[in-house]
């Protein structure tokens, strides 16, 4: 069964404190990994699509990297508006995408 | 600003009671998708539509329906409404021709069944 795991479920960051979001899924034949930021009370907002062992994509402070088993996002010195809930997924069966529960992340000033 | 909009963004109904939630699509997106957010978890598939007809679901009972319109827009409909129906509604569009499959999605529409 396809199935997406994202570790740690909350995580709590000082303003500069790196840190690294994990995504481990189970497909076969994968056709892309998503993430996405959502803020509380709204939609998901797209950040990165990764194909292949080994791509990586930046945006700002933050870092998507894939392996065959799983994905990272690397938060380098994350200040308060990076906090939101941070949420993984891949395509299976046709277009849908299958999410993780979602890593909570709050960064303190 | 992804061009996807919803409403209602907020909306109480009693359990038994129907919903219908709206969804305009990011123009030149053909394909609309629904989720269930559950509260702390995430997105849960309901269902997709391309060319007006629907073309995947999701472990969803058949009173939840829905309709794409030759505009590109849809509508959620959910009959006899139960507790655990409260979420948030979420609609996704995406390119069918685009090869990065990234869908984008709206604000949502937030049901509480009481």
């Known amino acids: 069964e396809d199935q997406v795991t994202q570790s740690p479920e909350a995580l709590r960051l000082q303003e500069g404190e790196s840190s690294s979001l994990n995504c481990s899924y189970t497909?076969?034949?994968?056709?892309?990994l998503f993430w996405y930021r959502q803020d509380p009370g709204k939609g998901p907002e797209f950040l990165f699509t990764l194909y292949s062992a080994g791509e990586e994509k930046e945006k700002e402070r933050l870092k998507a990297t894939l392996t065959k088993k799983e994905s990272f996002l690397h938060i380098t010195a994350p200040k308060p508006e990076d906090s939101a809930t941070y949420l993984c997924?891949?395509?299976?069966?046709?277009?849908?995408?299958?999410f993780g529960e979602g890593t909570q992340l709050t960064v303190n000033p | 600003e992804t061009g996807v909009t919803q409403s209602p963004t907020h909306l109480i109904k009693t359990r038994g009671q129907q919903v219908t939630l709206r969804c305009s699509s990011q123009s030149g997106h053909n394909t609309v998708s629904w989720y269930q957010q559950a509260l702390g978890q995430g997105p849960q598939f309901i269902f997709q539509?391309?060319?007006?007809?629907?073309?995947g679901r999701g472990n969803f009972p058949p009173r939840f329906s829905g309709l794409q319109f030759p505009n590109y827009s849809s509508e959620l409909n959910v009959n006899a409404l139960e507790l655990d129906d409260s979420a948030l509604y979420l609609c996704a569009s995406r390119d069918r021709n685009s090869n990065t499959g990234e869908l984008f999605f709206g604000e949502g529409s937030r049901l509480t069944v009481l």
């Open positions: 539509y391309y060319r007006e007809e629907e073309n």
């Open positions: 497909v076969s034949g994968l056709r892309g």
């Open positions: 997924a891949i395509p299976t069966s046709g277009s849908r995408l299958t």
